[in-house]
């Protein structure tokens, strides 16, 4: 295999020179990335030192500490890692023949799927939209949803032992979009799901013949499809790489999809804003991901609308005890506020798919 050694100023170059001979690789140059102590003028590696990354099949890091950005060069690349003790490879990306967009985060709660709920809207303007979500919670197979479910719909799902809170379920009662849910286990370094049923999915939302397909990410993990663009919420050097957009920060303001009446309790998973709501709002709760605190928020609260983010224990927990007292359940996405953010989109699209 051809081969890069990634190299630093920590170790003499004789040392290095001798490791590149016992190694079984066939190293063609090394990139040099930090660290002079043991350097006595240019160091002779007997290969040439680059810059960036070269046409090779593997680039082995001799050096004693990870540098995220130069391991992010390769992976980026397509180009695996290797290690004493470890490995970082690509992401596999498999082939997709519609005109796609991932929504992919740097981990949980970060706006990803808000994000991923605007973006659906705004090509759903002119488009036929279709969208793939996974999640941990995410059905055994592919599942079209082509329709909003409906609270009712949703408390059954629960009540029948189903996550009614996946992302997918999300996505459609925001979106207003067909979407495919799915489910991965498991994520790497550089987010390849260990387990997923995505691909399948993939295949289930091309066969609606959409103009555009949404895939949005699970945490940190990547939809394991090759898409045409990718937008990224978080910084993360190997995932900024591979994104079109990088959203450092997103700001998200709670939005009800129906009317506050009477005294209102909110529930969120994240600090999504309810300064904004017009509502007498008389709890805020930020522990749907704790069903222990949340019970015990719940047993001493009295209102008659429960706000609640579609997410972790929204039905179970909180939706069935608001049923439970006569209350009104009201369920809340987030509209994401930033600068050029749907110019920036629309311009990641091929003009072909465009109306």
Avoid: W
């Amino acid at each position: 295999m051809r081969a890069l050694a990634i190299v630093d100023g920590e170790h003499y170059p004789d040392v290095v020179r001798a490791a590149l001979g016992e190694l079984p690789y066939e190293f063609v140059a090394v990139r040099l990335v930090g660290g002079t102590d043991k350097l006595r003028g240019a160091p002779d590696y007997g290969v040439p030192i680059v810059d960036g990354v070269p046409d090779v099949d593997v680039a082995v890091d001799l050096t004693d500490e990870r540098r995220p950005d130069v391991v992010a060069d390769f992976l980026a690349a397509g180009i695996s890692v290797i290690g004493a003790d470890f490995r970082f490879d690509p992401p596999p990306l498999h082939p997709f023949e519609l005109p796609s967009i991932a929504v992919i985060g740097t981990g949980k709660r970060v706006g990803k799927t808000a994000v991923a709920t605007h973006v659906a809207r705004l090509l759903a303007r002119e488009r036929r939209v279709v969208c793939v979500a996974m999640g941990r919670g995410g059905p055994a197979e592919p599942e079209l949803v082509t329709a909003p479910p409906t609270l009712d719909e949703l408390v059954a799902r629960s009540r029948a032992g189903q996550h009614a809170a996946s992302d997918f379920l999300e996505l459609a009662v925001l979106a207003q979009v067909p979407v495919v849910g799915c489910r991965r286990a498991g994520g790497g370094i550089a987010g390849a799901p260990f387990v997923s049923n995505v691909v399948e999915g993939a295949r289930l939302a091309a066969s609606l013949e959409p103009d555009v397909v949404v895939f949005d990410g699970s945490g940190a993990a990547i939809p394991p499809i090759a898409t045409t663009a990718r937008i990224l919420v978080g910084r993360e050097p190997f995932r900024e790489r591979i994104s079109d957009i990088v959203l450092d920060r997103v700001e998200l303001r709670l939005a009800p999809t129906g009317p506050l009446e009477g005294r209102v309790a909110v529930f969120t998973a994240g600090p999504a804003d309810t300064g904004h709501l017009d509502a007498d709002v008389v709890h805020v709760s930020r522990n749907l991901a704790r069903r222990d605190l949340l019970r015990e928020e719940l047993a001493a609260l009295d209102a008659d609308t429960y706000l609640v983010e579609l997410k972790a224990a929204a039905i179970d927990v909180v939706a069935e005890h608001a049923l439970e007292r006569g209350a009104r359940v009201v369920l809340a996405g987030n509209d994401v506020a930033a600068d050029g953010l749907d110019e920036a989109i629309l311009a990641l699209l091929p003009q072909g798919v465009r109306a």
